[in-house]
């Protein structure tokens, strides 16, 4: 297939890598200008993955699209929406759509495929999200993820099309519920992280398994099924959130109750003012969120706010 893979950073070089490494005819987009996309026009390394000879790159969006049948988009969620009003000035039609990023518009709540569908809203789109870090698919160690879209025809061809020895696919059956798991496990990551830096990751079996609850909660009361939380989009990926040196959300976490800084994106930051509005707008408590919402945006003391949070009774949580 002819794939354009929108976005240059870790993950989204990560899967020119992969699409190429199993046989498509990629194109990898970034910005004119951004620092990443220089280096690997000039060294073809991020440092974590080479590229082929094969890959194209291209900072004309345009032409990305022109010479896609699949567009595979990999940015930061907050820029989500300034990038469908460019798509939008491009021909989607007979494009498919997968949108590799794991997040809420803050100001919203709004899911990516309901930003998507506003711009294009007869362009079939997909998620894929799950577990996995780019320096151990790079190692050769295989995971599984999940493929998740209101189109039955496109989940099974993208399943198809995307299936290796090093990726295992899943077929999604609750695409708002794999998409509020995988965004909010990255504020139960910052949470971890927090409990890192503060030295009580014992309390991490707690977190989990509190944080589950908490998001079927909130997927159940939107009309989801309360099961997704516990597949891979959001509790099979807390090995990778929740415990990996490789997390961008746990290192922030711990970072940030040690007072040092974190240049990476951290998407939990901004998905944590997302889950407080839906959580409002559902009428769903949310501890943990509201938890990590003091820590990092009130900036209340994270001794006291996570003491707080697990010296609660058990009876009010469950």
């Known amino acids: 297939m002819r794939i354009s893979v929108i976005g240059c950073g870790r993950w989204g070089t990560f899967l020119a890598w992969y699409l190429s490494r199993i046989g498509h005819e990629i ?32 900072s004309d969006l345009g032409n990305a699209v022109k010479t896609a049948e699949i567009l595979v988009i990999s940015i930061g969620v907050q820029n989500f929406r300034g990038l469908m009003c460019e798509l939008a000035k491009h021909d989607l039609s007979g494009k498919r759509v997968v949108l590799c ?85 990255n504020v139960i990551g910052i949470a ?16 989990m398994s509190r944080g589950t609850r908490e998001i079927a909660r909130l997927i159940k009361a939107m009309g989801g099924n309360e099961i997704s939380a516990y597949g891979l989009a959001h509790l099979g990926d807390y090995e990778a959130t929740v415990f990996s040196p490789y997390s ?29 509005l839906l959580g409002k707008r559902y009428n769903v408590e949310l501890p943990i969120t509201n ?22 009774s058990l009876k009010m949580e469950f």
Request: charged share 25%.
């Open 27 to 58: 194109t990898l987009y970034g910005r004119q200008g951004s620092q990443k996309f220089s280096q690997l026009a000039e060294t073809r390394t991020n440092g974590l993955v080479t590229l082929k000879p094969e890959v194209s790159l291209t």
């Open 101 to 185: 990023m794991k997040g809420l518009e803050s100001g919203s709540g709004k899911r990516l495929t309901e930003i998507f569908e506003e711009y294009s809203p007869e362009t079939p789109v997909a998620i894929w999200v799950g577990p996995g870090h780019v320096q151990d698919f790079t190692k050769g160690i295989p995971n599984c993820m999940v493929i998740d879209s209101k189109s039955e025809e496109l989940k099974t061809e993208l399943v198809n099309a995307f299936s290796s020895n090093l990726i295992r696919f899943y077929y999604g059956h609750d695409l708002l519920g794999n998409e509020i798991g995988a965004a909010s496990k």
């Open 192 to 207: 971890a992280g927090m409990l890192d830096g503060l030295n009580k990751a014992a309390l991490k079996g707690a977190l």
């Open 248 to 276: 961008h959300n746990r290192k922030f976490g711990e970072l940030m109750v040690r007072g040092e800084p974190y240049d990476e994106l951290a998407e939990g930051v901004a998905t944590t003012s997302a889950l407080l």
């Open 291 to 312: 938890a990590v919402n003091a820590v990092v945006n009130e900036k209340k003391d994270p001794e006291q706010v996570l003491s707080a949070l697990f010296l609660r």
